[in-house]
């Protein structure tokens, strides 16, 4: 009888409604009826998340969805102008891959999306609160909230610009991370809070993705996070705390006297599956350090470990490579000086555990003591997620370690010849 029915149907009019998302979505991705200012869209990877916002900034500029006037202004912020080009602009669900009539053009010299209509979607990155210091909006898509830089700075700074129209409006597509703000935005009476998981989106994904990747983190606190969406809070038992971190990111910091990139390469064989952890940190005149970057890259060949490495060292001026030699021994070094034969490398062996030697670490945190030259999403969910067995979310926390190895040899190093150091 259905079969029947859509049969019946004019063929203009399949063809027409054959990617209306209004028919395609599913009833999370579309947005909350009510009063709302907040929609907190959190998902796993590959939900449909990105489509979401996408397809919800489309309709409003072209008029399809009302509660947006002519000559609307949206604003469209994300963790870097590339992020909010690559995924919410240009991306396979980003605004024109799915736009089919009043298209946007794009002017990249201005960094914004025009709509026939007259709106226009203006990009701002998470790096640069300020240049949301002026401007002001109707509505606004922030992408990935847990993973900005400069979180509350420019969250803040995009509520003063939300000033136009009659009911200004934000839409939150993010992976979730228990951050103080994400977790505010939770209680806060004027948002609604949608779930969406990875597996609900299985009929657009890879074959065999989902069972890989369940396999590995089914069951896991990474797994409920990255996959199901949920938002996991910090481990009781743990030595970090999100509040405690996200107090001590600074946009700026004075000279640096000594800077360091440390290693945590990956167990010999398992690269493909491992993290390398690669952390630089810094020294500054009041004797504070200063963590600059997670370099830490994943499924990388030595040579491409080693050349991360390489690369960070270079960009920070860096007076040597902290390396941790107990997976590898002296092929480490050896890996490192093929890539960079100068590069001046400083042998460490782990002789205590993982815990015992990031309790010092966390102590120094604790004293106020180290600072975060801004926001380093993964890392932090390691640091955060770190328990007494020496794991994080069931995993070797390789990021933390590198961190651990980076901040011991500041804090605590000799300041003289390179020589082998015992954990």
């Known amino acids: 009888m259905v079969a029947a029915h859509v049969g019946a149907l004019d063929d203009r009019w399949l063809a027409a409604h054959a990617r209306d998302w209004r028919l395609l979505a599913r009833p999370e991705q579309l947005p909350p009826e009510g009063d709302w200012r907040t929609w907190l869209l959190m998902g796993g990877r590959g939900s449909g998340k990105t489509r979401a916002g996408a397809e919800w900034v489309q309709a409003l500029a072209s008029g399809d969805m009302p509660g947006l006037g002519r000559d609307g202004r949206i604003a469209l912020v994300a963790e870097t102008f590339g992020d909010a080009r690559e995924v ?58 847990g993973k900005w830089r400069h979180a509350r700075e420019t969250w803040d700074m995009l ?13 939150v597509t993010t992976t979730p991370r228990a951050t103080p703000l994400m977790l ?159 590069l001046p490398v400083r042998t460490v062996r782990a002789a205590r555990g993982k815990w015992l030697r990031a309790e010092p670490v966390a102590a120094l945190y604790e004293q106020g003591r180290v600072v975060h030259a801004g926001h380093f999403a993964a890392l932090e969910d390691q640091m955060c997620d770190f328990g007494p067995d020496g794991l994080s979310s069931g995993r070797s926390p390789d990021r933390l370690d590198a961190l651990v190895w980076a901040l011991t040899e500041l804090m605590q190093g000799p300041r003289g010849e390179p020589q082998v150091r015992h954990l």
């Not at 509520?159 to 839409?171: H, K, N, S, Y």
């Not at 060292?313 to 050896?334: L, P």
């Open 159 to 171: 509520q003063f610009a939300l000033r136009l129209g009659t009911a200004p409006r934000q839409l």
């Open 184 to 342: 505010a935005l939770v209680k806060d009476a004027g948002t609604r809070v949608t779930r969406i998981r990875t597996e609900d989106n299985a009929a657009h994904l890879a074959a065999g993705f989902l069972d890989q990747v369940r396999a590995r983190y089914g069951g896991t606190r990474l797994g409920r996070q990255e996959l199901d969406g949920e938002l996991i809070a910090d481990r009781e038992d743990g030595l970090w705390r999100r509040e405690q971190i996200e107090a001590i990111q600074v946009r700026a910091h004075g000279p640096l006297g000594r800077i360091v990139v440390a290693v945590d390469p990956p167990a010999s064989g398992e690269a493909k599956y491992s993290c390398c952890g690669i952390v630089a940190a810094g020294l500054d005149a009041e004797g504070r350090a200063v963590v600059l970057a997670d370099g830490s890259v994943e499924g990388a060949s030595p040579s491409g470990w080693a050349g991360a490495v390489a690369r960070l060292y270079r960009r920070f001026d860096a007076d040597c490579v902290v390396a941790e030699i107990n997976q590898g021994g002296d092929m480490v070094a050896s890996v490192l000086r093929t890539v960079e034969p100068s």
């Open 88 to 145: 919410m602009i240009d991306g396979v669900s980003g605004i024109l891959g799915v736009a089919r009539e009043d298209r946007p053009s794009f002017e990249a010299t201005r960094r914004r999306l025009v709509w026939p209509s007259g709106a226009v979607a203006q990009m701002f990155s998470s790096e640069d609160p300020e240049s949301l210091r002026g401007p002001q909006f109707d509505l606004a898509w922030c992408d990935e909230l």
